[in-house]
């Protein structure tokens, strides 16, 4: 069993576990008319949220609402059925607290790359969709 309180020292109420997961969310926002869905990868996860970066949507603004799908790896399919049973994704709707620039240098390509950094805390539980 994984514990899920952050040692003294961290100031979070959860602690954070490092995954890259794929991810497809989209805005929730009532006035929003595009539903076009997102994809990103996350950095971090957390029973309480989690932080992402994408490159796909700069509309994102601190309180709105965004519907998350996260894609589980293979190994969470415990039951060893992968023949049968694709893994579980998960789903959350989730508020957005934090929106960075984030600029990664590739020095050997000597390229830069543009993203956005999203954090956001779940207003629910997490669901499991078979």
């Known amino acids: ?3 899920s309180k952050p040692s003294e020292k961290d100031r ?20 929003t008319r595009d539903c076009s869905i997102n994809f990103a990868k996350t950095r971090n996860v957390s029973t309480g949220g989690a932080y992402f970066e994408s490159i ?7 309180d709105m609402k965004l519907k ?3 894609d ?3 190994s969470l399919n415990s039951f060893g059925l992968n ?3 694709k893994s579980p994704k998960l789903e959350a709707v989730a508020k957005v607290v934090r929106v960075t620039d984030v600029v990664e240098e590739d020095q050997e390509n000597d390229v830069m790359t543009r993203k956005v950094g999203i954090a956001v805390s779940f207003d629910e539980d997490l669901r499991i969709l078979f």
């Open 68 to 70: 998350i799908v996260f």
């Open 1 to 3: 069993m994984i514990d």
């Open 83 to 85: 023949n049968v049973f």
């Open 12 to 31: 979070r109420k959860y602690r954070r576990l490092d995954l890259n997961l794929p991810i497809a969310f989209e805005i929730l926002e009532e006035d």
């Open 72 to 74: 589980t790896p293979e």
């Open 56 to 62: 796909s949507d700069t509309r994102i603004k601190p």
